[in-house]
């Protein structure tokens, strides 16, 4: 059993910044394959960033290409995600979640753990 945590989330000004990070619980975290999602209000949860188990494959959504980056910390059993360039559409509850295999994906089902959920909300 694998257990999430985020972190750093909050209100920010269009423009600006935040790191969020998510904390695991286990001693095979270097084994799972991570990612983050989020969910705006009336909509369905989406794919933001993936990242393999040791950190060399990551993968995008479009819609933060270039503004966001996800990275880990394997010593730490932490996973990041770097947000730039924030933008009002970037509003939306943040999750964290883990797939018992070391390889990237997109799809939110194929991913066996979740926190709870952080807010970022991005003002105009």
């Known amino acids: 059993q694998v257990q999430l945590v985020e972190s750093g989330g909050g209100l920010v000004q269009a423009g600006g910044s935040l790191r969020l990070s998510c904390a695991a619980s286990?001693?095979?975290?270097?084994?799972?394959?991570m990612g983050w999602f989020r969910q705006a209000p009336g909509k369905e949860r989406e794919f933001v960033a993936v990242?393999?188990?040791?950190?060399?494959?990551?993968y995008y959504a479009d819609s933060v290409k270039g503004r966001f980056t996800i990275s880990r910390d394997n010593a730490k059993n932490t996973v990041y995600l770097q947000m730039n360039s924030l933008k009002p559409e970037d509003t939306a509850v943040y999750y964290c979640a883990a797939r018992r295999y070391y390889s990237t994906s997109k799809y939110e089902n194929e991913y066996d753990y979740w926190g709870q959920g952080t807010q970022v909300t991005v003002s105009s």
């Open positions: 286990g001693r095979t975290f270097r084994s799972y394959g």
């Open positions: 990242i393999s188990g040791s950190g060399g494959s990551t």
